[in-house]
Every structure is written in C-alpha cells, then in structure tokens.
C-alpha cells in the first residue's frame, strides 16, 4: 500500500496480513522469516518485489504434490467428511455436476442420517446434476446405506459412487468411531474401488481447522481438502499451516452455493487472493 | 470445552511471572508476547490482541507495578483486569416484549447454525410457558423449509411456511400476521444463510426488518470462526443492527477467540451458546462466568 521502504513497518504490516487471513501465529512467523532472508539473499530492492516473493512463499509452500481428483481407474468411491455446515452436501452437488458432464456416471449416497433433511437436501442436488440418489430412512445407520450403495454402484455399474456423511466435530469421540465403521464397511465391501476422501474446511474457520485435520485423519483415510466459502471475505490461510504440516493437498475450493460454484485448487491465485483487500 | 486452552496456556505463561521479586520490562515484554501468541492462536482478532497487549503492558512497566512487593502478581491482575473488560458486563437476556408476540430474527453466515438453533430457541421458550411460531424465510436452500418443519416439530412449536412463495419478505409478514390474529407469543424468523457483502441478500434482510420490526436480531455465529468474525459482526450490525449474538457449536475444541473478538469490537451482548445438535442444547450465555474461566479465577 503506502510502503516505499523496506521496513520494519512493512514487514510487520505483512504479519498483519497473513494473521488476519488465518495464517496463525507460528506459521506467519516462519514466513516472515524467510521473507526476509529471500529479500536479503535476493538483495530486493523494491517494497513491490517484496511482496511478489511473499507471493511466492505462500505459494510455493502450497504447491507441490498433486492436487487433481484421483478417480481412475474406476470404479471409484469418494466420501466427504468434515465438521457441521462446511459444505460437505452442497459440494457433492457440485461435484457429481461437474464428473457427470465429463461423461461420467455417478451416483450418491445419503450418509447423512442424523441431521434434519438433510436427505432431502441431497436429493434435490442429485436432481439438480441429474444422478441417482440412494437414501434410508431418517435415524437410521448410516453404514448400512453406505453398504446398500456400494450393492447399487456395483449393480449399476457406476463410475463414480459418492458418499454424503454426517457433519461431526471432531472431538466427539463416539462419531469419529462411527465414521471409521463406514470406512471399515467400504474396506470390506468395496476394496477394488479407487478412494477418495476428502475433508470439507470452512474458509471462516480460524485456527481449530488444524485439530479437525489431525483428528479426522485418525479416523478416515484422507486423501485431500476442499476448503469452501472462499466467496466470502475470509481467505482461508489456516491450510497453510495445515499444509507445512500435515501434508494434504487442497483439491478442491467452493466460491458459492450455485451448482457451478466449484473450483480445482491453485495455488497462485490463492496466494493473490490471501494478500488482495476484500 | 470452549477457552480451556487457552486458559492453560495464559495460566502457565503467567504463571513465571508470579514468584518473580522484582520485574524488568523485559521480563513483561516475554510475558507479552507469550500472551499474544495464546490469543493469536484462540483466534482472537488481530487488532484486538494488539490494543490489549499494549493496553496491559503500559499499565504493567509504570512505576507503582515495577516497585511494588509482587510485581509479577500485578501483572496478572492487570491481565485479568483487561480480559475480563473484554469478554465484558453480565448476562443479558432476550427481550421480551409485553405486547406479545416477540419477534425473533435470526441471520448469519452459511451454515452457522441458524435453523437448528431456531429450533433449539423455541424449545426453550416453550419450556417457559411460551407458545413459539417458526417462521421459514429461507427459500434459497435445498431442503430447508423441510429441515425448519422437522425441527419445530421436535420442539412442539408452530411451524408457518409458504409453498411456492420465493419472497422471504412477504412470508416473514403473513407469519407475522397470523401470529399475531392466532396469539401466539413468540415469533422466530428463520432466514437464509448469507454472506455480509451480498448486498442484495442483505436488502432482503432490511426489508423484512422493516417489515416485521423485530424485537431481536440476533447474529447466530459460529464458534470456530477465525479473524473474520469481526468483519462478518461489524458488517451485519452496520447494514442491519443487531441486538446480540448466539455463538454455536460451543461442544467442539475451539478456543474461541471470535467471542472474544465479537464482543470487544461490536460491543453487542452474546446472548445463548449452542452446545450440541439436539434440541435441548441451548444455554444462556454468562460472560462473566466465560471470563473467570478463561482466567481460571
Ligand atoms: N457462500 C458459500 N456458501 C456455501 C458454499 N458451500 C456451501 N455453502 C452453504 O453453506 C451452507 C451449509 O452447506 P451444506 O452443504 O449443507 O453443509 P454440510 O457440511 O453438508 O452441513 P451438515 O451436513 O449440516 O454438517 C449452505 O447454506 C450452503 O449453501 C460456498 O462455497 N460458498
Ligand atoms: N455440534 C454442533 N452442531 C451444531 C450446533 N449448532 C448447529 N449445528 C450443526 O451445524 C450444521 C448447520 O446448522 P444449520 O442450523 O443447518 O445452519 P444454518 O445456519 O441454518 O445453515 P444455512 O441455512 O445453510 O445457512 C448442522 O449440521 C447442525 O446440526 C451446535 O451447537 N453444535
Ligand atoms: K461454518
Ligand atoms: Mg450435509
Ligand atoms: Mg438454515
């Protein structure tokens, strides 16, 4: 902004940027750090520099591995997992939309027994993408759905099943057990299928999202991360300590609750986004 | 549970300062930045843990604290002092209106937790002898009038939908009026989850405020929000107003720093916490009781 000089003043502005985008404490640090020991090492001279080789910090610590939905060969299982209200339901709308007009076939299933509607919710988005739905009743147990599922993708000969499941917080011990029973179930059932599992983050969430990806990993084989709701304000820096830590690739973003709204991961325009002004 | 790290580790990091005999401003300018680092990591806001590390170190290095018998004791007072300014003042409850019926909107971000927590205020107040009507202004998401009727069925409250009507306004006004012919107490306008720079979702929330004039607009918030709770708080109070804020999904292990946050810079009271999925769990929110426990006092 109104930085001619590479200061102090500058560099602390640049904490404040990357805290408030949920960076954390640590994780901020550690970039501030090598920031300035690029600048150094670079001789930079210029406060615009400054901030394209932060850019390409944050950047190069979010890329790397492959972040491309693995579905191949199939038949596939993808299964979504994450606390309340991220946008695991909605995501899987956008999802089948998006495998559906690459000329897949898929179908979804309505893991989600507990909360309110939430079948109904799923099912108008499996009309919406135009996919078959498999559901049981409210209450009931969701690993037999799931088993009831797998029985309909093979049947069905589907390429694509994909698994709704109930939003849990990560530290309720007894949902996390009920989660590993439906992985235990596709284990079983489905071992020739190609898994995916990604875990649904809230951009707004701050720094709890760590524990939700370290305890979520003990329960449910994890392959990824679809961090959602970027069209909000919030710009979702907490994957980065998420990333130099744990190592799980952002998949997937969500920029809106239309069926379109969905987006693959890439980090240099995260990276702008975390440093423009809203 | 909510704080508990955080009271761990401000408890442990002030700890070291308490047997020291005599303080040097460096010993509080460490002390500080530990302090920071515990409410950075709660997601208390940026700017908030700014004034308050200031606020409590120009109070800690001034002579009377540095030359007094436990300095490191005084420096803890004061750390407590100041906190406990910002989880701020005692309990307040809704209002509730003499002229019945109350009318209760709640708005907030996707997914905060509005429509279960409709559900959760209406059991609450029918345990209190009140007779609540819940009112479904979200035609945007899938299912959600479905989810609002099971819910105020679990609740044994009266449910008010409007099939094929995609104007939240017109359906916040009839339910309103029928309420208001049929005598029923309370009134909770269930709206659809929005983002707070979406303009025209947020006219539509004006527009039913004008409409309906609630007695309460409550921001239902959730608890694991990180920095962006100010802006989302700020937002919907400027373009809106709001009388509180209910916090959810107080059963998880956030720290919950947004509360804190919330309450410094709106200065709007937290009325409820929400602690669980089931109907039942809703309690009054207790800032001071928060505030002693964050500083185990
Ligand atoms: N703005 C925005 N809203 C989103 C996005 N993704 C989902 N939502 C909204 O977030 C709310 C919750 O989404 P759901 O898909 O029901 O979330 P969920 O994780 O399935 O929720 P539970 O099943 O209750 O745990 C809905 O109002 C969605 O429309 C997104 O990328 N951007
Ligand atoms: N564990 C827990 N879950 C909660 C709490 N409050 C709400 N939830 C869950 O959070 C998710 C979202 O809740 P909703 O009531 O649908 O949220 P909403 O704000 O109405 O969502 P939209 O209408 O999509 O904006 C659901 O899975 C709820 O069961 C709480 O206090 N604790
Ligand atoms: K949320
Ligand atoms: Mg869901
Ligand atoms: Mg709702």
Redesign the interface.
């Known amino acids: 902004k109104g930085h001619i000089e590479i200061d102090e003043e500058l560099y602390e502005e640049i904490e404040e940027i990357l805290i408030t985008g949920d960076v954390g404490f640590e994780t901020t640090l550690k970039i501030v750090d090598m920031l300035r020991k690029n600048v150094k090492k670079k001789s930079i001279q210029d406060v615009k520099d400054v901030r394209e080789e932060l850019k390409l910090i944050v950047e190069e610590i979010l890329s790397g591995d492959d972040s491309n939905l693995k579905l191949e060969p199939k038949p596939a299982i993808l299964v979504i997992v994450g606390v309340n209200g991220v946008g695991k339901t909605t995501s899987i709308g956008k999802i089948a939309m998006r495998l559906k007009s690459e000329g897949k076939s898929v179908l979804l299933a309505a893991g989600d027994t507990f909360r309110a509607a939430a079948a109904e919710q799923l099912e108008v988005w499996a009309d919406r993408a135009g996919v078959e739905l498999i559901k049981h009743q409210e209450g009931s147990d969701p690993s037999a759905v799931i088993f009831d599922a797998i029985s309909g993708a093979k049947a069905r000969n589907t390429d694509v099943l994909i698994c709704d499941t109930a939003g849990r917080l990560h530290n309720k011990k007894n949902l996390m057990q009920e989660l590993a029973k439906i992985f235990r179930i596709i284990d079983r059932e489905y071992p020739e299928a190609t898994k995916e599992v990604l875990l649904v983050i809230d951009a707004t969430t701050g720094q709890n999202a760590i524990n939700q990806v370290k305890i979520f990993k003990e329960a449910a084989p994890l392959t990824g991360i679809i961090l959602t709701k970027l069209d909000g304000t919030a710009k979702g820096g907490v994957v980065l300590s998420i990333k130099s830590e744990q190592q799980l690739p952002i998949k997937l973003i969500g920029v809106g609750e239309k069926i379109e709204d969905l987006q693959d991961f890439n980090a240099k325009d995260f990276a702008k986004a975390l440093f423009s002004s809203n | 549970m909510i704080f508990e790290n955080l009271a761990e580790k401000l408890q442990s990091t002030l700890k070291n300062l308490k047997g020291k005999g005599k303080l040097t401003e460096k010993d509080v300018d460490l002390a500080m930045r530990e302090v920071?680092?515990a409410l950075?990591?709660?997601?208390v806001?940026?700017k908030v843990v700014k004034d308050f590390i200031k606020k409590v170190k120009e109070r800690s290095i001034g002579s009377e604290v540095m030359e007094s018998l436990t300095p490191g004791q005084q420096v803890i007072k004061i750390v407590n002092e100041e906190l406990s300014e910002l989880m701020g003042g005692v309990q307040s409850k809704i209002n509730i209106s003499s002229k019945p019926p109350t009318v209760i909107m709640l708005v907030g971000?996707?997914?905060?937790?509005k429509?279960?927590t409709a559900g959760k205020l209406a059991l609450n107040l029918k345990k209190q002898g009140k007779q609540p009507m819940l009112v479904a202004c979200d035609v945007?998401?899938?299912?959600?009038i479905?989810?609002l009727?099971?819910?105020a069925s679990?609740a044994g409250a009266i449910f008010y939908s409007e099939e094929g009507n995609t104007n939240p306004v017109e359906i916040a006004t009839k339910g309103y009026e029928k309420a208001k012919t049929l005598g029923y107490d309370i009134v909770i306008i269930d709206t659809a989850g929005r983002?707070?720079?979406d303009e025209n979702l947020m006219d539509e929330l004006k527009n039913i405020k004008s409409s309906i004039k609630p007695h309460e607009i409550m921001l239902v918030v959730?608890s694991?929000?990180?920095?962006?709770?100010v802006?989302?708080a700020e937002s919907f109070d400027q373009t809106l107003g709001i009388d509180g804020v209910i916090l959810t999904?107080l059963?998880?292990?956030?720290?919950g720093?947004?509360a804190l946050s919330i309450k410094a810079i709106t200065k709007k009271p937290i009325k409820y916490a929400a602690v669980g999925?089931k109907l039942e769990d809703l309690e009054q929110f207790y800032p001071d009781r928060m505030a002693s426990r964050i500083l185990g006092m």
């Open positions: 920071k680092l950075l990591e709660a997601d806001h940026y971000l996707q997914g905060a937790g429509t279960s945007y998401r899938p299912a959600a479905k989810q009727e099971i819910v679990g983002l707070h720079i959730d694991m929000t990180g920095q962006d709770a802006n989302i999904k059963d998880g292990d956030t720290r720093g947004a999925e």
